[in-house]
T-cell receptor, first 115, second 113 residues
Framework: GAGVSQSPSNKVTEKGKDVELRCDPI?????LYWYRQSLGQGLEFLIY????????KSGLPSDRFSAERTGGSVSTLTIQRTQQEDSAVYLC?????????????FGEGSRLTVL | QKEVEQNSGPLSVPEGAIASLNCTYS??????FFWYRQYSGKSPELIMF????GDKEDGRFTAQLNKASQYVSLLIRDSQPSDSATYLC?????????????FGQGTTLQVKP
C-alpha cells in the first residue's frame, strides 16, 4: 500500500512481557516518528529518526522503551517488561526529508493493552 | 502549565454554522503551528498549517495565528456533520523544523444536522 503500515493493529499482553511494534513508512520518506496516544490524551512524542543521523530519543518515557530503524526504512519499537501504564495506541508517522511543514503521515496505529 | 492547551469540549454547533476552535501555547520561540483532524478510531491527518501572524484560508477552513498572544485558532465555516471529529493543535518547539510536535489534548467537535 501507499500509506504508513503498522503491525500488529492490536496487541494484548501480560504485565512484564516484552512487545515489539513494527512500522513500515511511506516509500521515499526519510523521517520516521513514533508517538503514543493514551485514552483521552493528546499525542505524546516518543522518538524521531532522520536518515542516518542519530535518533532523537528525548521522548522515550523510560529505559524500557527502545526503537531502531533498519536500512533507513522499517522501524521497530520495543517495550520491555510492559506495565499497565504502557497501554495506549502507538502511532508511527513518516515525512519527507527536510520538510518544514510538519506534515506527518500517520499509520493506523498499534493498540497495546497490558493486563 | 501544559505546553499546548485546548478546551476538550465537546463543542457542539448546528450544521451550517461557524465552528471556532482555540489553542494556546507556552513556548514563545515556536514558529510552526498545525491543525490535525482525527476521526474516532482513526489516525490524525493534517488539515492546516500556519507560520505567520494573521489568517490563512483553505476552502472552508481558516487558521489564525497571534504570536504576541501565543494563540492559534481554527475556524470552520459552513460546518457539516462530516466535520465531526477531534481537532488537535500541534506546535514545533522553538525553531525546530521537524515533525517533532507537541500536541494539545484536542477539541471534540460535534456538528448537529
Amino acid at each position: 500500500g501507499a500509506g504508513v503500515s503498522q503491525s500488529p493493529s492490536n496487541k494484548v499482553t501480560e504485565k512484564g512481557k516484552d512487545v515489539e511494534l513494527r512500522c513500515d513508512p511511506i516509500s521515499g520518506h526519510t523521517a520516521l516518528y513514533w508517538y503514543r496516544q493514551s485514552l483521552g490524551q493528546g499525542l505524546e512524542f516518543l522518538i524521531y529518526f532522520q536518515g542516518n543521523s542519530a535518533p532523537d530519543k528525548s521522548g522515550l518515557p523510560s529505559d524500557r522503551f527502545s526503537a531502531e530503524r533498519t536500512g533507513g526504512s522499517v522501524s521497530t519499537l520495543t517495550i520491555q517488561r510492559t506495565q499497565q501504564e504502557d497501554s495506549a495506541v502507538y502511532l508511527c508517522a513518516s515525512s519527507f526529508a527536510g520538510q518544514n511543514t510538519g506534515e506527518l503521515f500517520f499509520g493506523e496505529g498499534s493498540r497495546l493493552t497490558v493486563l | 502549565q501544559k505546553e499546548v492547551e485546548q478546551n476538550s469540549g465537546p463543542l457542539s454547533v448546528p450544521e451550517g454554522a461557524i465552528a471556532s476552535l482555540n489553542c494556546t501555547y507556552s513556548d514563545r520561540g515556536s514558529q510552526s503551528f498545525f491543525w490535525y483532524r482525527q476521526y474516532s478510531g482513526k489516525s490524525p491527518e493534517l488539515i492546516m498549517f500556519i507560520y505567520s501572524n494573521g489568517d490563512k484560508e483553505d476552502g472552508r477552513f481558516t487558521a489564525q495565528l497571534n504570536k504576541a498572544s501565543q494563540y492559534v485558532s481554527l475556524l470552520i465555516r459552513d460546518s457539516q456533520p462530516s466535520d465531526s471529529a477531534t481537532y488537535l493543535c500541534a506546535v514545533n518547539l522553538g525553531s525546530s523544523n521537524t515533525g517533532k510536535l507537541i500536541f494539545g489534548q484536542g477539541t471534540t467537535l460535534q456538528v448537529k444536522p
